[in-house]
């Protein structure tokens, strides 16, 4: 449930306790479950960008975003309940009506709604969500939150919503993120600790190095040590040995989290099909940020990042600046029409995600002036469109 819960709003040093996690884990020790919820979890990220989507998937989503639209708008002016009412909200999400999207999933998941007629509260809740991030009425969304949290037990399905909200604000607005976070932490730390068996503890264990991230990058040290300090104390506290799968995310969250600060590798770049620019001078102010994009070089969108990263790049503030890093060999003979699948990128054989602790990319790794990793972790094509992600990442890289 909790993966069909995301992919519905997608679309629309520490010394552990337990002996057994001494050794790492690495990725073949994972069993064919994770390996599968991983490969489908990759898919969905890469189908979740319309800009890798054919012209077929596009006129066809065009066409059942219009009808679910006129029937949202024809339906919702008759009162249904219960099952219904959700059928309603999910049509008018379909529909990209996030008004009629509200509404409908208002009305399921009111306080005095029949019990009998509101089984399903975290998917009525996740529309809610959805709709109040599509309209960008973040106040009223974290209010959904702390109304979920009071009304429905802490669960993979209610995790996978306060996830996907952090993730939808932690670039864009870095404080709302930090508030959605906390409002989960303590039910969080109590997964960690082994206390609530519906929640993964080794993903709530990845998720809370991910809190210690935010506040990380937010400058909001005293507090990161805190929480670190809680998220420590769990962990020794837990009993039950983590399983492998569980060990694996719990590792690579905390990995993520101590790369921050601390300075990038020096990347062995085997070929580059960018312009050579003049030498800085030691007068030459160095750049304030740089924001690497990273993907595997045979990757469904790699093509689309190219000409994002390319378009990026022609309106940097100043001193800073943007790459397409891709991960295997370059094509024998590199394009220089405007038609190519990928005209600039710099190409390298290391195999930076498992240097990264991530799964899948694209990454984005944004450097300070000493080149520091400012900020690490994955999103699409679309981050890099104008006054989006991309941008939001190098402004704030270079103010700081």
């Not at 060990?247 to 101590?258: F, L, N, T």
């Not at 891709?326 to 190409?347: C, D, F, Q, S």
């Not at 799964?359 to 900020?375: S, T």
């Amino acid at each position: 449930m909790r993966s069909s819960l995301y992919v519905l709003l997608a679309l629309l040093c520490v010394s552990p306790a337990v002996a057994q996690d001494a050794t790492s884990i690495t990725h073949d020790d994972l069993p064919p479950s994770s390996v599968l919820t991983e490969e489908l979890t990759n898919f969905d990220r890469i189908r979740s960008d319309m800009a890798n989507w054919s012209d077929v998937e596009l006129a066809a989503f065009q066409a059942t975003t219009a009808r679910s639209k006129a029937a949202c708008n024809r339906i919702e002016q008759t009162p249904h309940e219960g099952e219904e009412a959700l059928a309603l909200a999910r049509l008018c999400a379909v529909g990209l009506d996030w008004d009629g999207t509200y509404s409908a999933a208002r009305w399921y998941t009111r306080k005095t709604a029949p019990p009998a007629e509101a089984q399903h509260l975290s998917t009525g809740f996740a529309l809610l969500l959805k709709a109040d991030l599509s309209l960008q009425l973040i106040r009223r969304a974290l209010d959904v939150l702390k109304e979920m949290q009071e009304r429905v037990p802490f669960s993979d399905d209610t995790d996978s919503i306060f996830t996907y909200t952090i993730y939808a604000l932690e670039v864009m607005r870095p404080e709302d993120a930090v508030t959605a976070s906390m409002m989960r932490q303590p039910a969080l730390l109590d997964a960690v600790a082994g206390k609530n068996s519906a929640v993964s503890a080794g993903r709530a264990e990845a998720e809370a190095w991910h809190v210690l991230a935010l506040l990380h990058t937010s400058g909001k040290t005293d507090e990161e040590a805190a929480q670190k300090a809680l998220l420590l104390q769990a962990i020794t506290s837990r009993t039950i040995p983590l399983s492998v799968a569980d060990r694996y995310a719990a590792e690579r969250g905390r990995k993520q989290y101590e790369w921050l600060g601390q300075e990038a590798p020096a990347f062995a770049v085997t070929h580059s099909s960018y312009p050579v620019v003049a030498h800085r001078t030691a007068a030459t102010s160095p750049d304030k940020a740089t924001l690497v994009v990273i993907e595997a070089v045979d990757a469904a969108d790699v093509a689309t990042l190219s000409q994002a990263v390319d378009s990026l790049r022609t309106h940097l503030a100043p001193r800073t600046q943007a790459k397409l890093l891709l991960m295997g060999n370059p094509p024998k003979a590199v394009k220089r029409e405007p038609n190519a699948t990928v005209i600039h990128a710099e190409y390298t054989n290391e195999k930076l995600l498992e240097t990264f602790s991530l799964q899948a990319g694209p990454v984005f790794l944004l450097l300070d002036g000493q080149q520091r990793i400012a900020w690490l972790g994955t999103g699409t094509a679309a981050w890099l469109n104008p006054q989006q992600q991309a941008e939001a990442l190098l402004l704030s890289g270079s103010s700081r």
